[in-house]
């Protein structure tokens, strides 16, 4: 789990999906609003001499959140510690390696830190990734393309999060490893804001769509249909960012 640039193993003690309990859940839920998960993380410790396992670090203390802020480590994996143990025990190469991985995560992901573009060999700095990305996928015209890392496999949705008169604001939910939060949706082209690739509702059928993708999403399922103006890219920013 990634909470506030900091990574850490938790097991999960609860599963919770539109309210109704649930004994587990599917990977491709992970983002779901409805999906609520009571963790609590875990310590690594020496029980026996010569082995490691992830133990309980404060016994009874637990938090619930969101499915989406939780990222199984290895989903294949289905171990279960015996009935009123916290121990889950792991073998000690594999514990090495996971420790050698959330590592990583926590440095590479930390403000300021170069990170690897999934889609060319070069490094770019995080909070400027939305914008890298966004040159691959305007000049190379790939397809439902996650606007942080231009990978394929991410999910992503916007949820209610309060409204004000009849004006109702979202937020944005991601399981993306490059996921940067924004604290306004980076909506209009100037020369501060040169990438506006942010999600949007799709005006016909509501779905959550990558600003950048919304052509081939209306040729795909609304040929007929006009697309907004507010969903284009402007002109100057197509010219700006694919002559990069």
């Known amino acids: 789990m990634k909470k506030q640039n900091r990574c850490f193993v938790a097991a999960i003690r609860g599963i919770t999906i539109a309210g109704k309990t649930a004994k587990s859940y599917n990977v491709n839920q992970q ?33 619930k959140v969101l499915g989406s802020e939780v990222a199984p480590i290895k989903p294949e994996l289905n171990l279960n510690p015996p009935e009123g143990s916290t121990v889950f025990t792991f073998d000690k190469s594999y514990i090495m390696d996971m420790g050698l991985t959330l590592s990583e995560a926590s440095s590479d992901l930390s403000h300021g830190a170069k ?3 999934k889609l060319c060999p070069l490094k770019v700095k995080l909070e ?18 996650c606007g942080f890392c231009g990978e394929t496999t991410c999910s992503f949705s916007l949820n209610k999060s309060s409204k004000r008169g009849t004006k109702v604001f979202f937020k944005l939910q991601s399981n993306c490893p490059y996921f940067v939060k924004w604290g306004k949706s980076p909506t209009t082209y100037s020369t501060r804001n040169r990438c506006t690739n942010h999600v949007v509702k799709c005006h016909v059928c509501q779905a959550d769509v990558w600003k950048y993708n919304i052509p081939h999403h209306y040729e795909n399922l609304h040929p007929d249909v006009e697309i907004s103006s507010t969903l284009l890219i402007e002109e100057n920013e197509k ?3 694919t002559s990069s």
């Not at 963790?39 to 396992?53: A, C, M, S, Y």
């Not at 400027?128 to 393309?145: A, E, P, W």
């Open 31 to 63: 983002h779901c609003p409805t999906l609520l998960l009571t963790i609590q993380e875990l310590d690594l410790v020496e029980l026996v001499p010569g082995k490691l396992n992830w133990n309980s670090k404060h016994k009874g203390s637990v938090e």
């Open 115 to 117: 990170i690897a573009c």
């Open 128 to 145: 400027h990734m939305r914008q890298h990305v966004g040159v691959h996928i305007l000049k190379q015209d790939l397809t439902n393309s």
């Open 239 to 241: 010219k700006f960012l």
